[in-house]
């Protein structure tokens, strides 16, 4: 006697000549349905993702950079004024040194003043730091 199976309600079927057969599943609602119609769909377009756009208000500028500079150098030196969000450091795409300057993005932007306040002017590496506000992308200075 052949082996029974089971189909996907559990149930044990067998066809007229005697033999096992699997039922096909019913087609209940088994359509494609896109994620916008979905359940939870009433969120809107995209919401249930972070904004991906940085907040350039709390962005900072450090020119006068050593070439020696890494990114966890001005880990170091501004993670005391506030959470950092990123850290940009422009690199030379061949030599992979530091072209002089980065960008800070602070998650608050009195941290990122507080930064500029006290660390503009500062000696760091044999040279003396300039911190400004970082303009906006897309402006040309």
Do not use: C
Request: proline share 5%; net charge positive.
């Amino acid at each position: 006697m052949p082996p029974l199976t089971d189909n996907i309600d559990g149930d044990k079927k067998q066809d007229q000549a005697g033999q096992n057969k699997q039922e096909a599943p019913a087609s209940k609602g088994a359509k494609y349905v896109p994620p916008s119609m979905r359940g939870g769909a009433e969120r809107g377009k995209g919401e249930s993702m972070k904004d991906s756009r940085r907040d350039e208000q709390a962005t900072i500028r450090v020119t006068n950079l050593s070439e020696d500079a890494r990114e966890s150098d001005l880990q170091e030196l501004f993670k005391n004024f506030g959470t950092i969000s990123r850290i940009y450091l422009a690199k030379d795409k061949q030599t992979q040194m530091s072209k002089g300057f980065a960008f800070i993005t602070f998650l608050h932007r009195g941290d990122a003043a507080r930064a500029i306040a006290s660390v503009s002017g500062f000696g760091y590496d044999h040279l003396i730091l300039n911190v400004e506000w970082a303009k906006p992308s897309g402006t040309q200075p």
